[in-house]
Structures are given as structure tokens and as C-alpha cells.
């Protein structure tokens, strides 16, 4: 089930706008529409839209996911190799100020950072553990210093096995 979030945090200060310089046509406005059928300025949070994405991946079939199921039949290499091409496509319009493509491309990222979470065996339950597992020890979400002894994170190896 989805969960709903009331009253989006507001721009955080000191953080410079793109929609002044956008030129990239957004009639709806900068940030993605409401949950369908939710009231006004009511959304569905992140981590749950990257859950049903990741339970999506199970049910994708090459008749009905032609496009998904190509991009999961193709391994972890192309995956990375698209995950590096999405990175660099968000870079290049967040260089370039433009918010909507900024959006689309973070969009495209995050689904193939789902994708390579999946063929690796990582749930997104992990990756929010380790966040907050850090969120507790620093009060920010950080990275945590290199040789740190809690560097290894949640993990106890780091390979996929
Ligand atoms: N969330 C996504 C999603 N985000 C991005 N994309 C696709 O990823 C593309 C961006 O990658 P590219 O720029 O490489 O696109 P491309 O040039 O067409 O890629 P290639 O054909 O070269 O692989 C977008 O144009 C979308 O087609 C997604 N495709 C599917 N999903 C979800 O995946 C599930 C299965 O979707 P389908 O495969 O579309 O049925 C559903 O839950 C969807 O919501």
C-alpha cells in the first residue's frame, strides 16, 4: 500500500531554483503530479515507489515488459552501463538548469539503479537501512569516512553471494 506525505518540505535555503532558467516546457509545474485519486498536494513518498517498482520487476514477461524484460535478460554489465549513461544525462541537464529533463532523467536513473539492485540480489529496504543507520550516527546522511570500521554497512560482505 502506498503512503501518502502531507505538505512536501519547502526548497531548502541557500539552494538555487532551476525553474527560473528552465526552458523546457512544464505545464504542470515542477514536481510530479499527486498520487491518482489522491487529494491535492498529497503524494506517494520515494522509497515507495521504488518498492513497487522492485516488486514490479517480478512480474515483467517479454510479451507484456518487452523493453524491461530485454534490459533484465541482459545482465549486470548493460545495467551498469545504462545506470552510467542515465548519471551522466541527469548531470548534463542539471548543468544546463533545465528542472523537467533534471526530473525525467532522475526518473530514468533511479529505475535503472532499481533494475541493478535487483540482478544483484540488494532490496531497497537495505539501501534505506543504510541511510538511516548513518541518518543516527552523524544526524546527516553521509557518507561514512574511508577505513571507518563501520564502513562494511549492513552487509557483512561485500560481495553478492
Ligand atoms: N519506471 C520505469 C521506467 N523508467 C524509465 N523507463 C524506461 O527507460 C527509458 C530511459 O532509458 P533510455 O534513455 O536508455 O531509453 P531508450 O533509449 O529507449 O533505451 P534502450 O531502448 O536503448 O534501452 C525510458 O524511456 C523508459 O522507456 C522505465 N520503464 C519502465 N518502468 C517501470 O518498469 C515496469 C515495467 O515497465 P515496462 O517495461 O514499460 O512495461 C513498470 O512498473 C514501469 O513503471
Redesign the pocket.
Known amino acids: 500500500m502506498v503512503s501518502l506525505v502531507r505538505d512536501p518540505l519547502p526548497p531548502r535555503r541557500g539552494v538555487p531554483s532551476f525553474a527560473a532558467a528552465d526552458d523546457d516546457a512544464d505545464p504542470g509545474g515542477r514536481l510530479a503530479p499527486s498520487c491518482p485519486g489522491a487529494p491535492e498536494g498529497v503524494r506517494a513518498t520515494g522509497p515507495d515507489e521504488i518498492a513497487r517498482?522492485y516488486a514490479?520487476?517480478d512480474l515483467?514477461s517479454p510479451q507484456?515488459?518487452p523493453?524491461?524484460a530485454r534490459?533484465l535478460a541482459a545482465g549486470a554489465k548493460r545495467m551498469a552501463q545504462?545506470l552510467i549513461?542515465?548519471a551522466g544525462e541527469v548531470a548534463l541537464e542539471a548543468s544546463r538548469q533545465h528542472a523537467r529533463a533534471t526530473v525525467r532523467e532522475s526518473?530514468?536513473l533511479l529505475?535503472h539503479l532499481v533494475v541493478l539492485w535487483r540482478e544483484c540480489g540488494i532490496a531497497p529496504d537495505e539501501i534505506w537501512a543504510e541511510m538511516y543507520r548513518r541518518a543516527e550516527r552523524f544526524g546527516i546522511a553521509e557518507k561514512l569516512p574511508k577505513g571507518s570500521s563501520e564502513a562494511g554497512g549492513v552487509r557483512a560482505a561485500d560481495d553478492f553471494t
Open positions: 517498482l514490479a520487476l515483467v507484456t515488459n523493453r524491461t534490459l545504462k549513461e542515465e526518473a530514468d529505475y
